[in-house]
Protein backbone atom coordinates (compact mmCIF):
# COMPACT_ATOMS: atom_id res chain seq x y z
CA UNK A 1 0.00 0.00 0.00
CA UNK A 2 1.38 3.60 -0.74
CA UNK A 3 1.66 6.36 1.26
CA UNK A 4 1.79 10.20 0.70
CA UNK A 5 3.49 13.05 3.25
CA UNK A 6 1.32 16.30 3.58
CA UNK A 7 3.43 19.00 5.88
CA UNK A 8 2.40 21.36 8.18
CA UNK A 9 4.77 24.41 8.30
CA UNK A 10 2.88 25.77 11.39
CA UNK A 11 3.43 28.71 13.42
CA UNK A 12 3.90 27.11 16.93
CA UNK A 13 4.10 22.88 15.92
CA UNK A 14 5.59 21.49 12.68
CA UNK A 15 3.07 18.60 11.91
CA UNK A 16 3.68 15.89 9.66
CA UNK A 17 0.57 13.37 8.27
CA UNK A 18 0.78 10.03 6.70
CA UNK A 19 -1.92 8.79 5.03
CA UNK A 20 -2.78 6.00 2.66
CA UNK A 21 -4.85 5.37 -0.31
CA UNK A 22 -7.65 5.29 1.92
CA UNK A 23 -7.58 8.34 3.07
CA UNK A 24 -6.79 7.35 6.53
CA UNK A 25 -4.10 9.02 8.83
CA UNK A 26 -2.08 6.76 9.64
CA UNK A 27 1.04 8.36 11.48
CA UNK A 28 1.26 12.12 12.85
CA UNK A 29 4.81 13.80 13.67
CA UNK A 30 4.21 17.17 16.01
CA UNK A 31 7.50 19.05 16.86
CA UNK A 32 7.52 22.52 18.43
CA UNK A 33 9.36 25.08 16.25
CA UNK A 34 12.67 25.79 17.52
CA UNK A 35 12.43 29.69 17.26
CA UNK A 36 15.06 31.69 18.97
CA UNK A 37 14.57 35.33 19.94
CA UNK A 38 16.90 38.04 20.63
CA UNK A 39 14.93 40.37 22.95
CA UNK A 40 11.23 41.15 22.15
CA UNK A 41 11.46 41.97 18.89
CA UNK A 42 13.30 39.33 17.09
CA UNK A 43 11.75 35.63 15.87
CA UNK A 44 14.23 33.56 13.92
CA UNK A 45 14.30 29.90 13.35
CA UNK A 46 18.04 28.45 12.22
CA UNK A 47 18.77 26.65 9.39
CA UNK A 48 19.67 23.87 11.29
CA UNK A 49 17.17 23.48 13.67
CA UNK A 50 14.76 24.07 11.04
CA UNK A 51 15.71 20.88 8.75
CA UNK A 52 16.34 18.64 12.38
CA UNK A 53 12.77 19.82 13.64
CA UNK A 54 11.16 18.89 10.21
CA UNK A 55 13.04 15.46 10.33
CA UNK A 56 11.84 14.39 13.82
CA UNK A 57 8.04 14.67 12.99
CA UNK A 58 8.67 12.75 9.46
CA UNK A 59 10.75 10.02 11.44
CA UNK A 60 7.76 10.21 14.01
CA UNK A 61 5.12 10.05 11.86
CA UNK A 62 6.09 6.91 10.27
CA UNK A 63 7.17 5.48 13.55
CA UNK A 64 3.37 5.61 14.55
CA UNK A 65 2.36 5.09 11.34
CA UNK A 66 4.81 1.74 11.43
CA UNK A 67 6.51 2.28 7.87
CA UNK A 68 9.39 3.44 6.25
CA UNK A 69 10.12 6.78 5.21
CA UNK A 70 10.86 5.30 1.65
CA UNK A 71 7.15 3.60 1.77
CA UNK A 72 6.25 7.83 0.73
CA UNK A 73 4.87 8.05 -2.68
CA UNK A 74 4.37 11.93 -2.91
CA UNK A 75 4.64 14.98 -0.61
CA UNK A 76 3.18 18.43 -0.40
CA UNK A 77 3.08 21.44 2.07
CA UNK A 78 0.86 23.71 4.10
CA UNK A 79 2.80 26.91 5.12
CA UNK A 80 2.97 30.25 7.15
CA UNK A 81 3.28 33.16 5.85
CA UNK A 82 5.88 36.01 5.68
CA UNK A 83 8.28 33.58 7.34
CA UNK A 84 11.24 34.13 4.83
CA UNK A 85 15.41 33.59 4.26
CA UNK A 86 18.14 35.37 2.29
CA UNK A 87 20.59 33.14 0.24
CA UNK A 88 23.67 33.95 -1.71
CA UNK A 89 24.21 32.85 -5.14
CA UNK A 90 25.12 29.43 -4.43
CA UNK A 91 22.03 28.88 -2.25
CA UNK A 92 23.97 29.27 1.27
CA UNK A 93 21.38 30.61 3.26
CA UNK A 94 22.75 34.30 4.62
CA UNK A 95 20.29 34.44 7.27
CA UNK A 96 18.11 32.15 9.42
CA UNK A 97 14.74 31.93 8.29
CA UNK A 98 13.32 35.17 9.89
CA UNK A 99 9.31 34.37 11.33
CA UNK A 100 6.62 36.45 10.76
CA UNK A 101 6.23 37.54 14.57
CA UNK A 102 9.40 39.11 14.17
CA UNK A 103 9.01 42.85 14.13
CA UNK A 104 12.80 44.18 14.10
CA UNK A 105 10.83 46.57 11.88
CA UNK A 106 8.14 48.67 13.23
CA UNK A 107 7.89 51.06 10.22
CA UNK A 108 5.96 50.91 7.39
CA UNK A 109 7.87 51.35 3.74
CA UNK A 110 6.80 54.65 2.94
CA UNK A 111 6.11 53.28 -0.99
CA UNK A 112 3.29 50.78 0.10
CA UNK A 113 1.38 53.49 2.28
CA UNK A 114 1.36 55.99 -0.63
CA UNK A 115 -0.25 52.62 -3.00
CA UNK A 116 -2.60 51.60 -0.18
CA UNK A 117 -4.04 55.65 0.37
CA UNK A 118 -4.53 55.85 -3.38
CA UNK A 119 -6.35 52.14 -3.66
CA UNK A 120 -3.75 50.08 -6.02
CA UNK A 121 -1.91 47.96 -3.47
CA UNK A 122 -5.85 46.67 -2.56
CA UNK A 123 -6.80 46.33 -6.36
CA UNK A 124 -3.43 44.74 -7.23
CA UNK A 125 -2.23 42.46 -4.67
CA UNK A 126 -5.81 41.96 -3.06
CA UNK A 127 -5.87 43.14 0.55
CA UNK A 128 -5.25 45.86 2.51
CA UNK A 129 -3.09 44.44 5.22
CA UNK A 130 0.32 45.59 6.01
CA UNK A 131 2.41 45.46 9.38
CA UNK A 132 6.07 44.85 10.89
CA UNK A 133 5.46 41.10 10.58
CA UNK A 134 5.82 41.49 6.91
CA UNK A 135 8.53 40.34 4.88
CA UNK A 136 9.04 43.31 3.01
CA UNK A 137 9.46 45.51 5.99
CA UNK A 138 12.42 43.50 7.11
CA UNK A 139 13.96 43.40 4.02
CA UNK A 140 14.05 47.09 4.58
CA UNK A 141 15.54 47.07 7.93
CA UNK A 142 17.74 44.66 6.45
CA UNK A 143 18.80 46.75 3.13
CA UNK A 144 19.32 49.76 5.93
CA UNK A 145 20.44 48.14 8.77
CA UNK A 146 22.93 44.90 7.35
CA UNK A 147 24.06 45.98 3.91
CA UNK A 148 26.52 43.62 3.16
CA UNK A 149 24.52 41.04 3.91
CA UNK A 150 22.33 42.39 1.35
CA UNK A 151 24.85 43.05 -1.27
CA UNK A 152 25.42 39.54 -0.96
CA UNK A 153 21.54 38.48 -1.56
CA UNK A 154 20.74 36.81 -4.75
CA UNK A 155 17.77 35.05 -3.00
CA UNK A 156 14.64 35.55 -1.53
CA UNK A 157 12.66 32.37 -0.40
CA UNK A 158 9.72 32.36 1.55
CA UNK A 159 9.68 29.27 4.02
CA UNK A 160 7.75 26.84 1.67
CA UNK A 161 9.96 28.28 -1.07
CA UNK A 162 13.34 26.89 0.76
CA UNK A 163 11.58 23.57 1.47
CA UNK A 164 10.72 23.65 -2.13
CA UNK A 165 14.22 24.07 -3.54
CA UNK A 166 15.75 21.83 -1.19
CA UNK A 167 13.98 18.82 -1.63
CA UNK A 168 13.54 19.15 -5.01
CA UNK A 169 16.49 21.29 -6.65
CA UNK A 170 13.47 23.99 -8.36
CA UNK A 171 13.69 27.48 -7.36
CA UNK A 172 9.61 27.79 -7.28
CA UNK A 173 7.08 28.13 -4.82
CA UNK A 174 3.38 28.47 -4.69
CA UNK A 175 1.28 32.08 -5.35
CA UNK A 176 -1.50 31.30 -2.44
CA UNK A 177 1.85 31.99 0.38
CA UNK A 178 3.17 34.64 -2.03
CA UNK A 179 0.35 36.60 -2.66
CA UNK A 180 0.13 37.51 1.46
CA UNK A 181 3.49 39.21 0.74
CA UNK A 182 2.61 42.58 -0.42
CA UNK A 183 4.53 42.43 -3.82
CA UNK A 184 2.37 39.53 -6.11
CA UNK A 185 0.09 40.72 -8.42
CA UNK A 186 -2.79 38.79 -7.78
CA UNK A 187 -5.29 40.02 -10.25
CA UNK A 188 -2.69 39.01 -12.94
CA UNK A 189 -0.91 36.17 -11.50
CA UNK A 190 2.57 37.80 -11.77
CA UNK A 191 4.84 39.51 -9.47
CA UNK A 192 4.19 43.17 -8.76
CA UNK A 193 7.18 44.68 -10.96
CA UNK A 194 6.67 48.40 -9.74
CA UNK A 195 6.75 47.45 -6.07
CA UNK A 196 9.74 45.52 -6.09
CA UNK A 197 11.52 48.19 -8.35
CA UNK A 198 10.49 50.67 -5.57
CA UNK A 199 11.10 48.11 -2.96
CA UNK A 200 14.59 47.68 -4.83
CA UNK A 201 13.96 43.80 -4.73
CA UNK A 202 15.24 42.37 -8.09
CA UNK A 203 12.37 39.71 -9.85
CA UNK A 204 15.42 37.36 -10.56
CA UNK A 205 16.06 37.37 -6.62
CA UNK A 206 12.24 35.63 -6.27
CA UNK A 207 11.24 31.83 -6.66
CA UNK A 208 9.05 31.30 -9.80
CA UNK A 209 5.56 30.57 -9.06
CA UNK A 210 2.40 28.30 -9.19
CA UNK A 211 -1.03 27.99 -8.53
CA UNK A 212 -1.23 26.05 -5.40
CA UNK A 213 -1.25 22.39 -6.07
CA UNK A 214 0.68 22.62 -8.91
CA UNK A 215 2.77 18.93 -9.32
CA UNK A 216 6.01 20.91 -11.23
CA UNK A 217 8.87 18.53 -9.96
CA UNK A 218 10.33 15.83 -8.15
CA UNK A 219 12.16 15.10 -5.06
CA UNK A 220 16.09 15.53 -5.65
CA UNK A 221 19.17 13.87 -3.76
CA UNK A 222 18.64 16.14 -1.22
CA UNK A 223 15.33 15.09 0.12
CA UNK A 224 17.18 11.88 1.43
CA UNK A 225 19.62 14.13 2.83
CA UNK A 226 17.42 16.22 4.74
CA UNK A 227 13.94 14.22 5.06
CA UNK A 228 14.65 10.58 4.13
CA UNK A 229 12.36 10.85 1.22
CA UNK A 230 13.32 9.10 -1.84
CA UNK A 231 14.47 10.89 -4.66
CA UNK A 232 12.37 11.10 -7.73
CA UNK A 233 8.76 11.13 -5.56
CA UNK A 234 5.70 13.88 -7.39
CA UNK A 235 6.33 17.18 -5.34
CA UNK A 236 3.05 19.45 -5.32
CA UNK A 237 3.22 22.75 -4.42
CA UNK A 238 1.33 23.49 -1.65
CA UNK A 239 -0.59 26.78 -0.22
CA UNK A 240 -1.42 28.96 2.58
CA UNK A 241 -1.86 27.30 5.64
CA UNK A 242 -5.32 28.49 6.59
CA UNK A 243 -6.20 27.48 2.39
CA UNK A 244 -4.72 24.00 2.53
CA UNK A 245 -6.47 23.39 6.02
CA UNK A 246 -10.09 24.50 4.64
CA UNK A 247 -9.07 22.22 1.70
CA UNK A 248 -8.50 19.46 4.46
CA UNK A 249 -11.87 20.13 6.35
CA UNK A 250 -13.49 19.56 3.69
CA UNK A 251 -14.48 23.53 1.95
CA UNK A 252 -16.32 23.35 -1.20
CA UNK A 253 -17.66 20.11 -0.85
CA UNK A 254 -18.71 20.04 2.51
CA UNK A 255 -19.22 23.69 3.34
CA UNK A 256 -18.16 27.05 1.51
CA UNK A 257 -16.40 28.96 4.52
CA UNK A 258 -14.55 26.76 7.61
CA UNK A 259 -13.17 28.98 10.39
CA UNK A 260 -10.03 28.64 12.12
CA UNK A 261 -8.81 28.94 15.96
CA UNK A 262 -5.61 29.38 16.11
CA UNK A 263 -2.49 31.62 17.08
CA UNK A 264 -4.97 33.59 15.25
CA UNK A 265 -8.92 33.86 13.93
CA UNK A 266 -9.41 33.51 10.50
CA UNK A 267 -12.46 32.83 7.95
CA UNK A 268 -12.08 31.43 5.06
CA UNK A 269 -14.35 31.65 1.99
CA UNK A 270 -14.20 29.36 -1.05
CA UNK A 271 -15.09 30.35 -5.13
CA UNK A 272 -15.34 34.13 -4.01
CA UNK A 273 -15.08 36.33 -7.34
CA UNK A 274 -12.51 39.12 -7.51
CA UNK A 275 -13.68 41.76 -5.62
CA UNK A 276 -10.88 43.35 -3.14
CA UNK A 277 -12.15 44.97 0.04
CA UNK A 278 -10.62 46.81 2.79
CA UNK A 279 -11.41 44.09 5.92
CA UNK A 280 -9.89 40.92 4.46
CA UNK A 281 -7.26 39.46 1.69
CA UNK A 282 -7.89 37.28 -1.45
CA UNK A 283 -5.88 34.38 -2.68
CA UNK A 284 -5.83 32.19 -5.40
CA UNK A 285 -7.30 28.69 -5.26
CA UNK A 286 -6.66 25.83 -7.11
CA UNK A 287 -8.69 26.10 -10.21
CA UNK A 288 -7.45 29.00 -12.74
CA UNK A 289 -9.33 32.02 -12.34
CA UNK A 290 -11.04 31.41 -9.10
CA UNK A 291 -10.04 32.68 -6.07
CA UNK A 292 -10.79 32.57 -1.87
CA UNK A 293 -11.03 35.24 0.40
CA UNK A 294 -9.97 35.34 4.20
CA UNK A 295 -10.92 37.43 7.12
CA UNK A 296 -8.68 37.72 10.82
CA UNK A 297 -8.74 38.61 13.70
CA UNK A 298 -6.14 38.71 16.79
CA UNK A 299 -8.41 37.64 19.39
CA UNK A 300 -7.36 33.81 18.67
CA UNK A 301 -6.68 30.83 20.96
CA UNK A 302 -3.41 32.21 22.40
CA UNK A 303 -5.34 33.92 25.38
CA UNK A 304 -6.51 30.40 26.68
CA UNK A 305 -2.54 29.70 27.06
CA UNK A 306 -1.49 32.86 28.01
CA UNK A 307 -4.40 32.73 30.98
CA UNK A 308 -3.06 29.35 31.85
CA UNK A 309 0.58 30.24 31.62
CA UNK A 310 0.42 33.67 33.83
CA UNK A 311 -2.37 32.61 36.58
CA UNK A 312 -3.64 29.06 36.22
CA UNK A 313 -0.10 27.29 36.15
CA UNK A 314 -1.02 24.35 37.77
CA UNK A 315 -3.72 23.57 35.86
CA UNK A 316 -4.20 21.62 32.09
CA UNK A 317 -6.20 23.16 29.35
CA UNK A 318 -8.41 20.49 29.41
CA UNK A 319 -8.74 20.75 33.22
CA UNK A 320 -9.66 24.79 32.87
CA UNK A 321 -12.04 23.51 29.59
CA UNK A 322 -14.37 21.47 32.39
CA UNK A 323 -14.43 24.42 34.50
CA UNK A 324 -14.76 26.91 32.00
CA UNK A 325 -18.24 24.17 31.21
CA UNK A 326 -19.35 24.87 34.86
CA UNK A 327 -19.92 28.51 34.27
CA UNK A 328 -23.10 29.77 32.59
CA UNK A 329 -23.24 31.11 29.47
CA UNK A 330 -22.20 34.70 30.33
CA UNK A 331 -20.06 34.05 32.85
CA UNK A 332 -22.25 36.13 35.17
CA UNK A 333 -21.40 39.17 33.89
CA UNK A 334 -17.29 39.00 33.65
CA UNK A 335 -16.50 40.23 29.74
CA UNK A 336 -13.12 39.58 28.45
CA UNK A 337 -12.00 42.52 25.90
CA UNK A 338 -10.82 41.58 22.77
CA UNK A 339 -6.97 40.11 22.83
CA UNK A 340 -6.61 40.49 26.59
CA UNK A 341 -3.39 38.49 26.47
CA UNK A 342 -1.73 42.41 25.72
CA UNK A 343 -1.86 43.30 29.42
CA UNK A 344 -0.11 42.33 31.66
CA UNK A 345 -2.69 41.33 33.76
CA UNK A 346 -6.07 40.81 34.30
CA UNK A 347 -7.25 44.63 33.13
CA UNK A 348 -9.03 43.48 30.13
CA UNK A 349 -11.28 41.60 31.63
CA UNK A 350 -14.44 43.95 33.40
CA UNK A 351 -15.97 44.00 35.79
CA UNK A 352 -13.39 42.82 37.79
CA UNK A 353 -14.62 40.34 40.99
CA UNK A 354 -12.75 38.64 43.13
CA UNK A 355 -15.45 35.73 43.39
CA UNK A 356 -14.64 35.00 39.34
CA UNK A 357 -13.19 31.37 39.02
CA UNK A 358 -10.41 30.28 36.63
CA UNK A 359 -13.51 29.07 34.54
CA UNK A 360 -15.65 32.37 34.27
CA UNK A 361 -12.00 33.78 33.21
CA UNK A 362 -11.34 31.13 30.89
CA UNK A 363 -15.23 31.00 29.24
CA UNK A 364 -15.16 34.70 29.20
CA UNK A 365 -12.55 34.38 26.52
CA UNK A 366 -14.01 31.65 24.65
CA UNK A 367 -16.96 33.88 24.23
CA UNK A 368 -15.18 37.19 23.17
CA UNK A 369 -13.66 34.82 20.63
CA UNK A 370 -16.58 33.75 19.69
CA UNK A 371 -17.66 37.34 18.63
CA UNK A 372 -14.87 38.37 16.89
CA UNK A 373 -15.87 35.29 14.69
CA UNK A 374 -18.93 36.36 14.24
CA UNK A 375 -17.42 39.86 13.33
CA UNK A 376 -15.44 38.41 10.75
CA UNK A 377 -18.08 35.76 9.06
CA UNK A 378 -19.89 36.81 6.04
CA UNK A 379 -22.58 38.69 6.13
CA UNK A 380 -25.64 36.71 4.22
CA UNK A 381 -26.45 33.37 4.39
CA UNK A 382 -25.95 33.05 1.13
CA UNK A 383 -22.37 34.21 1.40
CA UNK A 384 -22.52 31.47 4.29
CA UNK A 385 -23.08 28.76 1.29
CA UNK A 386 -26.20 27.30 3.48
CA UNK A 387 -24.86 28.12 6.75
CA UNK A 388 -22.60 25.84 8.16
CA UNK A 389 -18.96 26.39 9.42
CA UNK A 390 -16.35 24.41 8.68
CA UNK A 391 -14.21 24.28 12.32
CA UNK A 392 -10.28 23.94 12.32
CA UNK A 393 -7.61 25.02 14.21
CA UNK A 394 -6.63 23.87 18.06
CA UNK A 395 -9.87 25.64 19.19
CA UNK A 396 -11.78 22.99 17.40
CA UNK A 397 -10.15 20.41 19.39
CA UNK A 398 -12.97 22.05 22.27
CA UNK A 399 -16.63 20.76 22.25
CA UNK A 400 -17.71 23.65 24.67
CA UNK A 401 -16.13 26.51 22.69
CA UNK A 402 -17.59 24.98 19.38
CA UNK A 403 -21.40 25.09 21.80
CA UNK A 404 -20.08 28.49 22.25
CA UNK A 405 -19.39 29.40 18.83
CA UNK A 406 -22.68 28.04 17.71
CA UNK A 407 -24.54 29.70 20.29
CA UNK A 408 -22.87 33.55 19.30
CA UNK A 409 -23.13 32.76 15.51
CA UNK A 410 -26.04 30.70 15.26
CA UNK A 411 -24.68 28.45 13.01
CA UNK A 412 -24.02 24.97 12.75
CA UNK A 413 -20.47 23.82 13.12
CA UNK A 414 -18.78 20.94 11.76
CA UNK A 415 -15.68 18.95 12.21
CA UNK A 416 -13.96 16.20 10.78
CA UNK A 417 -12.60 13.43 11.07
CA UNK A 418 -9.15 15.23 10.11
CA UNK A 419 -6.95 15.11 13.03
CA UNK A 420 -4.35 18.11 11.85
CA UNK A 421 -6.87 20.03 8.81
CA UNK A 422 -3.39 21.53 6.79
CA UNK A 423 -1.39 18.40 6.82
CA UNK A 424 -4.34 16.66 6.05
CA UNK A 425 -5.08 19.05 3.14
CA UNK A 426 -1.27 18.72 2.03
CA UNK A 427 -1.87 15.04 2.00
CA UNK A 428 -4.40 15.21 -0.45
CA UNK A 429 -2.52 17.64 -2.48
CA UNK A 430 0.30 15.21 -2.67
CA UNK A 431 -2.81 12.52 -3.62
CA UNK A 432 -3.23 13.87 -6.54
CA UNK A 433 0.45 14.17 -7.48
CA UNK A 434 0.79 10.65 -7.00
CA UNK A 435 -2.28 9.88 -9.56
CA UNK A 436 -4.56 8.49 -6.86
CA UNK A 437 -6.96 11.12 -7.39
CA UNK A 438 -7.69 13.91 -10.83
CA UNK A 439 -8.59 16.50 -8.30
CA UNK A 440 -8.09 17.65 -4.98
CA UNK A 441 -12.03 17.71 -4.92
CA UNK A 442 -12.29 14.23 -5.79
CA UNK A 443 -10.02 13.94 -2.97
CA UNK A 444 -11.92 15.52 -0.70
CA UNK A 445 -15.22 13.96 -1.53
CA UNK A 446 -13.49 10.17 -1.04
CA UNK A 447 -11.59 11.47 2.08
CA UNK A 448 -13.01 13.86 4.10
CA UNK A 449 -16.11 12.77 6.85
CA UNK A 450 -17.77 14.47 9.66
CA UNK A 451 -17.14 13.77 12.66
CA UNK A 452 -19.74 15.60 14.66
CA UNK A 453 -22.37 18.77 13.96
CA UNK A 454 -22.47 21.54 16.86
CA UNK A 455 -25.67 23.32 17.16
CA UNK A 456 -27.21 25.54 19.64
CA UNK A 457 -30.69 25.56 20.64
CA UNK A 458 -33.22 28.24 20.06
CA UNK A 459 -32.88 29.35 23.49
CA UNK A 460 -29.17 29.27 23.88
CA UNK A 461 -28.78 31.43 20.90
CA UNK A 462 -31.31 33.86 22.38
CA UNK A 463 -29.77 34.06 25.53
CA UNK A 464 -26.77 34.67 23.35
CA UNK A 465 -28.13 37.50 21.20
CA UNK A 466 -29.30 39.38 23.74
CA UNK A 467 -25.43 38.91 25.74
CA UNK A 468 -23.53 39.78 22.36
CA UNK A 469 -25.58 42.91 22.48
CA UNK A 470 -24.97 43.55 26.23
CA UNK A 471 -20.52 42.99 25.14
CA UNK A 472 -21.11 45.40 22.41
CA UNK A 473 -21.69 47.96 24.63
CA UNK A 474 -19.34 46.82 27.22
CA UNK A 475 -16.24 46.89 24.67
CA UNK A 476 -16.98 49.97 23.90
Given amino acids: ?49 FWSALREAVIEACTAAEIEVSDICAVSYASQANSFLLLDSGYTPLTPIILWPD ?24 M ?23 SKTRHVMTISDYLTFMLTGEAMGDSGTASLLGIYNLKESKWWKEALSQLAIPEEYLSRLYRPGTVKGRTASSAYKYLGLKKGIPFALGGLDHH ?33 DSTSCLGPAIQK ?49 SEAFRADDLSRFIPRDKTSSHGHYIRAIMESTAVSLL ?41 TESPEPAAYGAAMLAAVAAGWFASVTDAAAEWVRIKKIYSASQELMRQYSDWVKYYRKAII
Avoid at 103 to 124: D, W
Fill in 103 to 126: TRSSEEVPFLQELRQSGEYLQKTG
Fill in 375 to 415: DILPRTLSELGGGRILATGGGARSPLWLDIKAGVTGRKLLT
Fill in 289 to 337: GQYYRLRFNGNGAKGIEWYRDNFAQGYTLEELSELAAQAAPGCDGLTAL
Fill in 128 to 150: NFHGPGFCINKIKWIQKHEPVVW
Fill in 1 to 49: MGYVLGIDLGSSYFKVLIVDKMGVSSGLGRVAVPAGRKGNNISELPVDA
Fill in 244 to 276: VAAIGAGAGVLAEVSESTGTVLACYQSNVPYLP
